[in-house]
């Protein structure tokens, strides 16, 4: 029964359709790959009792011919999800056990679509960081290793867990969020695909926010068609979430093996970085070719404004976070550190509650936000985020359908390895990533090739806002041409 | 604002006249049956923490969804005002901790509100009117409630007024006393409860001011202002900034200089106190709420609001002057209140306007005020009222016997004709019954006639005999008349 456990949503799907396997068979099967890769440490809770109850549900839904369209499939829930009844902690210390009365509209989409819980996988703290290194429940270890090496390697983040769940099949698709390449990165590293869709595509209500101009929920999954029947079911309009965005959702899956002839790919210039690995580059131009051979047509065009992106988006991301993460206080919930008054309280909690890369980010928040420094800083960056946006609306105004890029300037690299001196050099992962954020586009990694050292590489595609069809279609070429890239277990 | 200083206004100090600068922001609280971005509750008075939604208590992941009715009432509220509405507005975070603002931050709009400036006439018991400037309205959450006296070491929290809309109405410094101030309020008062859009319960802290208080020499320059925080009557409105008036006056004619700082008014020594001074103030990073878009909407939503507004105190005020001919002050006083005015207007009603008024300010206020009552619990109807006044028309009864029957059906209820019928009240008309009462008194008191003849002012003492044998029932005029003839002046 391992094998189930390596099915795409899509065959899955078919065969519990055809009841060549039962809900709570599959359900198991995940579970029993999970008990055995806790080394991966993919999972901050695995909730068997109640992908047990719902896998029992799904059967019988199954059998009185009233599946939903996600029903019997078992999805591990990133920890920034609330999920009602289930601990959620954002891997915080300072919600370390933190039980909501409510469940996050997008999980409660997939629950009422018939999916199954695994469980709640690792993550960033608070989402912040890029290698799953800041979570208080210490880091995913990557199930990839390099060619003849055993060197713990990171599943990239913040969503590491569920990556690294996908990549290891301890669940047949994850969820993520992505508020400035946290899912898109973690797909890359692990030979997954990540989708970001536009802002306000999928409802912000239930997940623990960070910074909430950016956030957006997207799915991980093996295969790009696996990622689009995926987020049909997180998405959808939320009155709950006033910056959800009413507009009905397609059917992703029909946008599968759909023709990109024609189709006009931009190549942005400015993506290629100096001392950008040789690797990347021929990956990049791999691609390309690779989209061009399906009929579509490639052209260079301009992002000017992307270099000032990333410290842009270091500034607006933390400025909202630190407010974001205020009520994290100890007065009503979470973690409370006694103090000799409110304030020595307000100071012990969240100093104790909060990790070394949580506090550098609140603090710059609060700095930039500051009287005297907002002008310099939050107006300016907004600034730029405005001439991000418009780069890329004058390239799709030219008639550019979507644009190709590397989706991460490295493979994967070693537990510790990067930023223990320098918080940049962690913060440079999101190079690629942070621009389709900050324009609020939709954006999908797709694993396109290995490096030398056998490590997972992926490209990036970024839409016109709501085009995620044409994003999955693009992908999905890639991915013929690609083929598909999987771990060698050795957990 | 320069206008010149009015004398009136101006308060002696050791060293010579002060005039006092004085601002309001008032926090008026939206009427409203939900909070301002949660469904919960607004109702005044639940058990503690009754009354709070997850977005409320700033639940993780937890976002604010605006409550329409509230945007409508700001925006009565500033067409009330006479004021610019804003088609588009923002709603920005203020942030600072403090155990019963469950987000780490209050929801309001900082550079850019719903309302912008406008104006509130103000009638002075002198017959003056202040023109005080409306700088802005804004929409804000309120605070939760911290309790400090229900443990001996810990402090509790209540949250059911978290995130309860508030409006925060901004005057311009166009308040010159104490007396203005508490006029301003009173108005402001009057045009919410018009509206509907606040009802002004002071008690329930429906309504709340900062004060911003300055003095300088007349035709001087503005001088520094002091703060003084959550004043909550218009009595300690007016104490407040009497003495932070003097206080500043006597500091400066000592020589010393204000500092700019914030102030608590102790009802209890009807005196204010430091709160924080300016390097304590909080910087409370405003920024954009990135959960909620900008608020906009188009003119014919505000035109929709606006054509079913009601008649506003200054337009029914115009209209009593005009229509039924009171006076500026008779009108402004039964304008006051829209359940006062209403009932005026029954009692006026095809009757004498102005008798109506002299009855409803005086006798039914008085006795009103007297008991402490609301008009909504006056024991006389205003129908009642009416037909009191239809008897007198009719003469049936005299105005003093109308004052005797306003008594008895304020204590003890009933309808005016029927207690005029059995209790024998009906004026005495017959002219042959009180001529005989007359001729009894002029041949009792021949001196007195004498210098009637003389001296017509002793007439009165005649009527006044007449009247009192009468036991006050017969008509005065038709006494009058008998009397001159019969004494021939």
Known sequence: MAE????????????????????????????????????????VLETPERAHAMAKASDARIAAGKAGPLEGIPIAVKDMFCTEGVRSTAGSRILKNFIPAYESTVTANLWRDGAVMLGK?????????SSNETSHFGPVISPWRRKGANTPLVPGGSSGGSAAAVAANLALGATGTDTGGSIRQPAAFTGTVGMKPTYGRCSRWGIVAFASSLDQAGPFTRTVRDAAILLRAMSGHD??????????????????????????IGIPKEYRLDGMPAEIETLWRRGADWLKAAGAEII????????????????????????????????????????????????????????????????????????????????????????????FEDCFNAGVHAMLTPATPSAAFGVGEKGQADPVEMYLNDVFTVTVNMAGLPGISVPAGLDGQGLPLGLQLIGRPFDEEMLFSLGEAIEQAAGRFIPQKWW | MNAPAKTSKLIKGASGDWEVVIGLEV?????????????????????????????????????????????????????????????????????????????????????SPIVGEGEAMVDMPGGETVHVGIERLHLE???????????????????NRSGVALMEIVSKPDLRSADDAKAYV??????????????????????????????????????????????????????????????????????????????????????????????????????PDPDLLPLEFDQAYVDELKAHLPELPDEKKARFVRDFGLSAYDAGVLVSERATADYFEAVAKGRDAKLAANWV??????????????????????????????????????????????????????????????????QVTDTGAIAKVVDEIVAANPEKVAQAKTNEKLLGWFVGQVMKSSGGKVNPQAVNDLLRKKLGI
């Open chain 2, 27 to 111: 926090h008026a609280q939206v009427s409203s049956k939900a909070k301002l971005f949660s469904g919960a509750s607004t109702e005044f008075g639940g058990e503690p923490n009754s009354h709070v939604s997850l977005v409320d208590a700033a639940m993780p992941g937890m976002l604010p969804v605006i409550n329409e009715e509230c945007v409508k009432q700001a925006i009565r509220t500033g067409l009330g005002l006479k004021a610019r509405i804003n088609l588009k507005s923002v709603f920005d975070r203020k942030n600072y901790f403090y155990p019963d603002l469950p987000q780490g931050y209050q929801i309001s709009q900082y550079k």
């Open chain 2, 141 to 159: 959450q309120d605070a939760g409630k911290s309790l400090h006296d229900q443990h001996p070491s810990m402090s509790f929290v209540d949250l």
């Open chain 1, 121 to 129: 996988t690792n993550n960033d703290e608070f989402a912040m960081g």
């Open chain 1, 239 to 264: 009155p709950k979430d006033t910056t959800s965005v009413d507009r009905a959702v397609p059917n992703y899956e029909a946008a599968i093996g759909k023709s990109i002839k024609g189709m006009k």
């Open chain 2, 361 to 426: 300010i005086n006798e039914l206020f008085g006795r009103l005020n007297k008991e402490g009552k609301d008009i909504a619990a006056s024991p006389i109807t205003a129908e009642r009222l009416a037909a009191i006044l239809d008897l007198i028309a009719e003469g049936t009864i005299s105005g003093k016997i109308a004052k005797d029957l306003f008594e008895i059906c304020w204590s003890e209820g009933g309808d005016p004709r029927a207690i005029v019928e059995a209790r024998g009240l009906k």
């Open chain 1, 4 to 43: 189930l456990t390596s099915l795409t949503i899509s065959d899955a799907r078919d065969g519990l359709k055809k009841k060549s396997f039962s809900a709570a068979e599959l359900a198991d099967a995940h579970l029993a790959a999970m008990e055995k890769a806790r080394a991966l440490n993919a999972y």
């Open chain 1, 300 to 391: 260079d065009v301009s992002l000017p404004h992307t270099k000032y992106a990333l410290p842009a988006y270091y500034i607006v991301a933390p400025a909202e976070a630190s407010s974001n993460l205020a009520r994290y206080d100890g007065v009503r919930y979470g973690l409370r550190v006694a103090g000799r008054d409110i304030t020595d309280m307000y100071q012990k909690t969240r100093a104790e509650g909060f990790g070394p890369e949580v506090r550098r980010r609140v603090m710059i928040g609060t700095y930039v936000l500051s009287a005297g420094y907002y002008d310099a800083y939050y107006l300016r960056a907004q600034k730029v985020r405005t001439l991000i946006k418009k780069d």
């Open chain 2, 186 to 287: 009173g108005k402001l008062r009057t045009i919410l409860r018009y509206l509907g859009t606040c009802d002004g319960d002071m008690e329930k802290g429906s309504l709340r001011a900062d004060v911003n208080v300055s003095v300088r020499r007349p035709g001087e320059p503005l001088g520094t202002r002091c703060e003084i925080k959550n004043v909550n009557s218009i009595r300690f409105i007016g104490q407040a900034i009497e003495h932070e008036a003097r206080r500043q006056i006597g500091i400066l004619e000592d020589g010393g200089k204000i500092d700019q700082e914030t102030r608590l008014f102790d009802p209890g020594k009807g005196e204010t106190r430091s709160m924080r001074n300016k390097e304590e103030a909080h910087d409370y990073r405003y920024f």
